[in-house]
């Protein structure tokens, strides 16, 4: 009869002990996918305030001293300024057809010149 008690008041235990346990996992997952959740929807914040900052132009000015005034989302590869600088010079005797062919170069504001291959890591707005 004791022993009964006993084994009785021992599984009692365990099983009182395993319901702790699981509860105390349950509890620790929803608080874990919270915090997941959290940080999803931080990221996508911050991602959507970057979008929103809008970047400052990019000045130009050509070799006949005239000066532009870029989004920077229309020239932030070498590609697209490229075809804006051909587009700026479509109409200019004598200097257009040599930088259709491209033949110039770009300075940046310290006068250096910018490479084509470095273009995307230099200019910035």
């Known amino acids: 009869m004791e022993q009964e008690r006993r084994e009785r008041e021992k599984k009692e235990k365990e099983e009182k002990a395993e319901k ?3 509860e105390k996992a349950e509890k620790e997952a929803k608080e874990k996918e919270k915090k997941e959740k959290e940080e999803a929807e931080r990221k996508k914040e911050e991602e959507e305030a970057k979008k929103k900052i809008k970047k400052k132009p990019l000045k130009f000015r050509d070799a006949v001293g005239r000066k532009f005034s870029f989004p ?3 020239c932030d590869t070498w590609e697209k300024m490229e075809r804006l600088i051909k587009q700026a010079f479509k109409h200019v005797e004598v200097i257009g057809v040599h930088v259709e062919e491209g033949h ?8 250096e010149i910018i490479l ?4 995307d890591a230099v200019v910035e707005p």
Not at 104 to 111: A, E
Not at 116 to 119: G, V, Y
């Open 116 to 119: 084509p291959d470095f273009w």
């Open 104 to 111: 110039y170069d770009l300075h940046g504001p310290n006068g």
């Open 72 to 74: 920077f989302e229309y």
């Open 20 to 22: 702790e346990a699981r």
